[in-house]
């Protein structure tokens, strides 16, 4: 049983490149969730989708940051330009029900750092 | 002021002894509680939940207790084995919100 599928695993970049994050969600899962952990700031809610929508964003830092579910399967996470402070590890999540009733599934995270 | 990375607590245990992790929660109107272990490289994996509405609730080899007049929550292992070695966070979820609120977690070291 395939969990929640993120790539890259690990990005190196330099400051101004634009960088694409990529999930897959657990099949059958309506909400999806992108975080963000640091050491300075722990674990962070950037945006969630249910059913593909965006439901709050109100965590994406700036408009360097996008996000997109055009389908059921598929997430991007978008930085552009890039800048040393957005080096994190980034997760994806998904649940299969209504936000903030069930746990959520975490996939392995993709590691950025920008240069 | 100059920025401070998050200080995370840490606890060592012996192989075999149980372990008690805390977490004072901020939300009183918090209502469901999770447990999450994160081991190195990896994303955190869900242990148990609870509700509000509940004091205690048992896993297998886990426990977690529910202080609610503390906003206080602590996760029990029963004979931490080296494989329970990992940073521990817990989540809550105030009522009616679509969102879980992570603690800063706790570093869990097994002593072999």
């Known amino acids: 049983d395939a969990g929640v599928i993120q790539s890259p695993r690990h990005e190196v970049t330099e400051m101004g490149q634009e960088v694409t994050l990529r999930c897959k969600p657990i099949?059958?899962?309506?909400?999806l969730f992108w975080y963000r952990q640091t050491m300075m700031r722990g674990l962070e809610l950037l945006i969630y989708f249910n059913n593909n929508v965006p439901i709050d964003d109100s965590g994406m830092p700036e408009d360097r940051f996008s996000a997109k579910m055009p389908n059921a399967s598929f997430s991007t996470l978008k930085i552009q330009p890039s800048e040393p402070r957005d080096s994190a590890v980034y997760f994806c999540?998904?649940?299969?029900?209504?936000?903030?009733?069930?746990?959520?599934?975490f996939g392995e995270g993709s590691r950025l750092t920008v240069l | 002021g100059e920025s401070v990375g998050l200080h995370l607590p840490t606890l060592s245990v012996q192989e075999g002894d149980n372990s008690i992790i805390n977490c004072a929660y901020s939300?009183?109107?918090?209502?469901?509680f999770i447990w999450y272990k994160q081991e190195s490289g990896k994303g955190p994996q869900f242990i148990i939940d609870?509700?509000?509405?509940?004091d205690k609730r048992q896993g297998q080899r886990v426990t977690v207790l529910l202080n609610k007049t503390v906003k206080h929550l602590s996760l029990q292992i029963a004979a931490t084995q080296p494989g329970d070695s990992a940073v521990y966070f817990c989540?809550?979820?105030?009522?009616?919100?679509?969102?879980?609120?992570f603690g800063t977690g706790t570093s869990l070291t097994v002593i072999p």
């Open positions: 939300n009183s109107a918090s209502d469901y």
């Open positions: 999540a998904s649940s299969p029900v209504v936000p903030g009733i069930g746990e959520l599934f």
């Open positions: 989540a809550e979820n105030p009522r009616r919100s679509d969102q879980f609120y």
């Open positions: 609870i509700r509000s509405n509940m």
């Open positions: 099949s059958g899962h309506n909400s």
